[in-house]
Structures are given as structure tokens and as C-alpha cells.
């Protein structure tokens, strides 16, 4: 394959363009050498790192503007642990899935699980989205904010179905990244290693009071749950500022810096319009481009913190990743099992809009010169 050199003045000034994990802001990276090595190494149950879980627990509050009642919950494990302690201690008799993208799907395999009666699943194709449409006997109404594999966005409106059925939304790619209402859902959960500039190894979730009354009611149901996986577990520590099991400091650590960053400019207001800026440019550049297009047709599905981008049959996508690479252009390529002719490029807040820009002239001259 040819090797393309690309010119020093269309660089970006940062290369990394991945869904996950993130770019890491570099005056992240100062702190946490600085003030955070006086809490790494400390124990999780003293308070030094109980103020720092209690830090993050208010800047998130702060960023998202819960409304009152809500409450911020974390344990370990990520966004695939949520899965099925949600299987355990969320979901009462049955769940509705909507999937249009691969982590989707994963909340709807673990809503399957043999104590809890067959999830209603609804596809849609690679590029779409499903809509949530109520149906009795359902209790908890489950999608994606974001879909990371597809770049497909959709919003977050609540779902009037029987009395008492939640919203439950997977946000790990979009929180931080797009304005919502969190009063439109019961749970919305994300792990912090997208917009929140984080490692993974913790997932966090805004509870309203109903979600709280659900988990409480299902932990005193004498269904098996176990510890590690039980949202009563992690709702009693997180009162505490605590967690079960020993937390990440480190990503606890940049988490906290990064809402402090978001909050300083302006908010998950700034954070929306900063990833609409640099996804706009993506998108747009596509739509006037002779051998690019917007992987998601309509451009009211588009989301503005993943962009994917098909290419004509002249045009290898894959050697244009590989060549970007090689001039330390990292993490492009499409979702693996998507298998398209497709790059897939991360607009998330911490990547400067000015960069994404200097991409789009690195592409184009890969694409000239190949």
C-alpha cells in the first residue's frame, strides 16, 4: 500500500479522533500528576477520596441540571455491568429494546435473561433508529442516546406506557457531549470514557425518584441479585460517597477535571455546541464531497459526537485510515462489524473543532495522492 506524507501545516494539532476510549486533555493529565497524586494510592473509605466521589457527584448534577429528587449513582464495572445489574434490579417482568446499534443490542441480550420474561425487541437497520412505542405489560423502555458503532443519535423523551414503566437510557457517548432534559428519562447511565474525557472501569447513572422506588422494590422482592451487580448496593454507597468494590481514582480524577472544564465554559449548553461545530463540519464536507456521504441518511438521525462517512467503491477507506495513521492520525477506522467502506470519526467536546477541520484537508490530500 502507498504511504502518503502529509505537509506539517494541515496536521491537526491533536490526532486522536476515537470513540473510545477518548482524547484525554493534556492539562487533564497536569492535574492528575499534580494535586491528584495525593489521592491515588489512599484508601477509598477515608475522606480524601470520598470528597473527590462527592466532587464528582456534584459536578455532574451541575452539568446536567438534575432536576430535584434525581440522584447520582455509580459502581464498577462500566456501561456492560450496568447491563446486567439493569437485569437484575432494574427491569421487573420485561423490558423494550430498541436496536440500531451494537451496544443496543447488548442491553437487549441482557434483558433476556431467564427470571424475566422475553424482551420486546425492535431493529432497525444500521444507520437508522427504532422508536419506543408503548405496549402493556413493559416496565422499562430502553435505547441508546448515541449509538457508537453507527453515529446514529436519538432523543430522550419519556414513554407514557403503563403507570409506573421507566425510561432507561445508555448514554456512555453522549453524556457530556449533547444537550437533553434529563426529566425526559428514569435512568440514564453512561461510563465516562467519551465526552467526559475519563479511563472506563465505572458507570454512573442519574436516577429519578420512581427508578430509586423500582430498585429499592426489586432489591426487597427476594429475587437473587448478587452484590456486585446490585443497584440497591451501589444507590446505599453512593449516598456515602463511596463504592462497593475499591473505584478507579484515576478516572475519577479526570473525570472531576473535565466536568470542572465543561462547567468553566459554559455547560452541557457549550459541550452541544461545540460537538455540533465540529460534526456539522464532518457532515457537510461529506454532503459537497465527489466520493464521501453521511453514513446516516437523514440528517435529523445524525449524531453529533460520532460521525461515520461512506466512501465510494473508488476510494479505500481503509488505506485512508492506515495513512492517517502513519502521519499519527489515530483511531478512524469504522466499527468492526459494521464492515463498511467507512471512516468513523469522534467529534467529542474534547476535540477541537479547528482540528477536525485540518482532518478534513488531511483526508482530502490522502485521497489525491493515494
Not at 494510592?41 to 448534577?61: F, I, W, Y
Not at 457508537?148 to 430522550?156: F, H, L, Q, R, Y
Not at 459541550?271 to 464531497?289: I, K, N, P
Request: net charge negative; with cysteine; proline share 5%.
Amino acid at each position: 500500500m502507498a504511504h502518503v506524507t502529509l505537509p506539517r501545516e494541515i496536521l491537526p494539532t491533536d490526532g486522536r479522533f476515537g470513540c473510545g476510549p477518548s482524547k484525554v486533555r493534556a492539562d487533564q493529565i497536569a492535574a492528575l500528576v499534580g494535586p491528584g497524586l495525593a489521592v491515588l494510592g489512599t484508601s477509598h473509605r477515608q475522606a480524601p477520596v470520598k470528597k473527590l466521589v462527592g466532587s464528582v457527584r456534584a459536578n455532574l448534577g451541575e452539568v446536567f441540571r438534575l432536576p430535584d429528587g434525581y440522584e447520582v449513582i455509580l459502581g464498577n464495572g462500566g456501561s456492560s455491568a450496568f447491563w446486567d445489574a439493569a437485569a437484575f434490579g432494574l427491569i421487573e417482568r420485561r423490558s423494550q429494546n430498541l436496536v440500531f446499534g451494537e451496544f443496543g443490542g447488548k442491553f437487549a441480550a441482557a434483558a433476556a435473561a431467564p427470571w424475566l420474561d422475553a424482551p420486546d425487541v425492535r431493529k432497525a437497520e444500521p444507520g437508522t433508529r427504532a422508536v419506543a412505542e408503548p405496549v402493556e405489560g413493559v416496565d422499562v423502555y430502553a435505547w441508546t442516546h448515541n449509538e457508537t458503532s453507527t453515529g446514529v443519535a436519538a432523543p430522550v423523551e419519556r414513554v407514557h406506557g403503563d403507570e409506573g414503566a421507566l425510561t432507561v437510557i445508555d448514554a456512555t457517548s453522549a453524556a457530556g457531549g449533547i444537550d437533553f432534559s434529563v426529566s425526559q428519562s428514569d435512568v440514564y447511565y453512561f461510563a465516562p470514557q467519551k465526552n467526559l474525557g475519563s479511563d472506563g472501569g465505572l458507570w454512573f447513572a442519574f436516577v429519578s425518584p420512581a427508578a430509586v422506588e423500582r430498585i429499592e422494590r426489586v432489591a426487597a422482592s427476594g429475587r437473587y441479585i448478587p452484590e456486585f451487580l446490585s443497584l440497591k448496593n451501589a444507590l446505599d454507597n453512593s449516598r456515602l460517597n463511596q463504592t462497593l468494590n475499591t473505584p478507579a481514582l484515576t478516572t475519577l480524577y479526570l473525570l472531576d477535571n473535565q466536568l470542572d472544564w465543561i462547567i468553566g465554559n459554559g455547560g452541557l449548553q457549550w459541550a452541544d455546541a461545540r460537538t455540533h461545530e465540529s460534526s456539522a463540519a464532518l457532515y457537510d464536507w461529506a454532503e459537497a464531497s465527489s466520493y464521501a456521504t453521511p453514513f446516516v441518511a437523514d440528517p435529523a438521525d445524525r449524531s453529533p459526537v460520532v460521525v461515520t462517512v461512506d466512501f465510494d467503491d473508488s476510494v479505500d477507506a481503509a488505506a485512508v485510515a492506515a495513512n492517517l495513521r502513519g502521519n499519527g492520525i489515530v483511531d478512524t477506522e469504522p466499527y468492526r462489524k459494521l464492515g463498511r467502506n467507512q471512516l468513523r470519526v469522534a467529534t467529542f467536546v474534547s476535540i477541537e473543532p479547528d482540528d477536525v477541520r485540518q482532518l478534513i484537508r488531511c483526508i482530502d490530500y490522502i485521497v489525491e495522492n493515494l
